[in-house]
């Protein structure tokens, strides 16, 4: 009786054994793959890069990724004590939407040195989100709580990430260091509503006012923006580097 039951745990622990390995995602499962000696290494990364658009709505479920587009950021601050604008400001629940349609152009992937760049474009993307802002840009006073939303056009971004070597069980992974994304843009349309606790005629003249004055305020967001959009997107790149070896993301 004794032996009977543990001869049929054995063939239950070697069962799921089985069913987990077949479960086990595998980097081709979500990725186009690249092999790292391809003369046309670049192009292919960018072709991969492209076809994943596909899953920026829905995430990657296999990495524990969500949603791309929209990308959603739960709350980003920005404190400017000095300069043409002077604000204090929060943004919750920023939505961040548009990335779907990125454009991929120059890719340079230098493996041996753990570094890629990529230079992307974008017509558009819009945010909306929640904010509380006080202070002042340029000549004017600004204050005000409630929903906001901005549209930004023309757009390049360009993302770098770097890496070292790590070795992990006889296999080597791109051990991140960092991602950054930078982002520039040709245009912004910037508006909030509810300012001045709704006052109607100072909050049409203050979005007015940031819309002739974009620059400015761009200037005084993109360090912002940009580290939102690094978050998220670093935080991809990590998930997959640390999931697979470079033998299978890039194999010989
Ligand atoms: C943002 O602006 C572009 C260019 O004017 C426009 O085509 C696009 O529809 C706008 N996006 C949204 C979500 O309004
Ligand atoms: C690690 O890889 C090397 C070279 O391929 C091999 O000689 C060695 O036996 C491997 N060690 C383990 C623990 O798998």
């Not at 949603?67 to 943004?91: A, R, Y």
């Not at 006073?141 to 971004?157: A, F, L, Q």
């Amino acid at each position: 009786m004794l032996s009977f039951s543990r001869r049929s745990c054995t063939g239950a622990v070697v069962l799921l054994a089985l069913v987990s390995a077949s479960l086990a995602v595998k980097a081709g499962d979500i990725f186009k793959l690249c092999k790292r000696n391809d003369p046309q290494l670049n192009e292919c990364v960018k072709e991969s890069i492209l076809a994943l658009r596909s899953t920026f709505k829905n995430g990657i479920p296999e990495l524990k990724v969500n949603s791309l587009d929209p990308m959603v950021v739960s709350e980003i601050s920005l404190n400017q004590g000095s300069g043409p604008v002077s604000i204090k400001s929060t943004f919750k629940d920023l939505h961040i939407k548009g990335f779907t349609d990125v454009q991929i152009h120059n890719v340079k992937v230098d493996l041996p040195n753990y570094r890629m760049d990529i230079d992307t474009s974008l017509d558009w993307f819009y945010t909306w989100g929640d904010y509380d802002i006080k202070g002042q840009i340029l000549v004017l006073p600004i204050s005000g709580t409630g929903p906001s939303w901005s549209n930004y056009t023309n757009v390049k971004g360009r993302a770098t990430i770097t890496g070292h070597e790590v070795i992990k069980k006889n296999k080597t992974y791109f051990g991140m260091d960092n991602m950054l994304f930078d982002l520039d843009v040709g245009h912004a349309t910037i508006h909030m509503d509810n300012l001045f606790n709704g006052n109607k005629v100072l909050g049409d003249t203050m979005n007015r006012f940031m819309s002739d004055n974009w620059k400015v305020v761009y200037a005084e967001l993109k360090p912002v923006i940009d580290e939102a959009v690094s978050t998220l997107l670093r935080d991809v790149a990590k998930k997959t580097f640390d999931k697979f070896p470079l033998e299978e993301l890039f194999p010989k």
